[in-house]
Structures are given as structure tokens and as C-alpha cells.
């Protein structure tokens, strides 16, 4: 049987490549932008230098940060995690979900429904081993920022709360 034959074109095992004939960039060796990484670069050292020097007012300033966003921020943050999972599933049931991963014509090495499943129960099976009574726990005595339980009842509602938040539809 030729190699035609057993589905490798005669190419053997070497890998497809997307690079198409006549592409400019193809015969060049990727390159660092200078002014990204600088920006970057001097950013970076410059957070670093200031909780190495000043790692009071780097914590005050980052308390306060926090606690604004917190307060004031948490609105736009249900309202992307909820566009983020609405987006999923617009991409999961629009013609973009037809798209394979892989190469052309190359069928899954598992069905939709099951592969699904795999990393349902990845995620669900880690999540409740690692987390499933500490997190409830964890919140119960340290409620989240910007919560004020008044009594042992309302502190428990909000731990649940936070939990459950955590794993219905907006985990991450």
C-alpha cells in the first residue's frame, strides 16, 4: 500500500502548515516590537521597585483600588461575566461552532456530547474535591469585600450566595 493510499498525501509524518505560497512574512523570524515590550518592560519594574520600596503604600493604594471597584464596579462586572457566557453560546450554536478544531476534513477524536462531558466533569470533579466545603466555609468566616453580614444567618445566606455565584454559569 502506497503512502497515497494510507492517507498521508506522501507526505509521511510531517505536520501541514498554514503558510501560503507567494506570503511576505513567511521567510521572516518573528521580531519583539521594541515599544511594546519597553512600556511594558518599564511598567513592570517600576510596580515591582514600588512594593519592594514602599510595600505600605502599595498596599493602601491597591486596598483602595479594590474597594472602589468593588463597590462601584460590580454591576459591570455580572454584566460581562453574563455577556461572556451569552457570547459563548451565540458562538456555540451560530455557523462558528461548526468550526472544527484541527486539520481540514480531519474527523473528532470525540463527539460533541462527550467531550462535553469530559470537561464537565473535569471541572465539576476538581471544583468540588478541591473546593466543595472549604469555599462555602472560607466565606462564612471571611465574608467577600463590600458584604456586611449582621448575624451567624445572614453571614451563612452570604457565603451560600457567594458560592453558588461561583458555580453556576459565570465560572470561570
Given at each position: 500500500?502506497?503512502?497515497d493510499e494510507q492517507g498521508t498525501g506522501g507526505r509521511g509524518d510531517l505536520p501541514v502548515t498554514a503558510d501560503l505560497p507567494g506570503d511576505p512574512t513567511q521567510d521572516r523570524q518573528p521580531t519583539t516590537d521594541r515599544v511594546v515590550?519597553?512600556?511594558t518592560a518599564v511598567l513592570t519594574l517600576a510596580f515591582v521597585t514600588w512594593g519592594a520600596a514602599a510595600t505600605g503604600s502599595l498596599e493602601d493604594v491597591s486596598s483602595k483600588m479594590l474597594n472602589g471597584l468593588?463597590?462601584?464596579?460590580g454591576w459591570a462586572f455580572m454584566l460581562v461575566a453574563s455577556g461572556f457566557v451569552v457570547f459563548a453560546l451565540w458562538l456555540a450554536v451560530s455557523r462558528y461552532g461548526k468550526i472544527?478544531?484541527?486539520q481540514d476534513g480531519e474527523e473528532p477524536e470525540f463527539h460533541t456530547v462527550s467531550w462535553v462531558a469530559m470537561m464537565f466533569s473535569a471541572g465539576m470533579g476538581i471544583g468540588l474535591m478541591f473546593y466543595g466545603v472549604s469555599e462555602p466555609l472560607a466565606h462564612f468566616t471571611s465574608p467577600p469585600p463590600g458584604t456586611h453580614p449582621f448575624d451567624a444567618a445572614d453571614a451563612m445566606q452570604t457565603a451560600m450566595a457567594t458560592t453558588l455565584f461561583h458555580w453556576t454559569l459565570h465560572r470561570s
Open positions: 500500500m502506497s503512502q515590550f519597553g512600556v468593588i463597590h462601584n464596579g472544527s478544531l484541527g
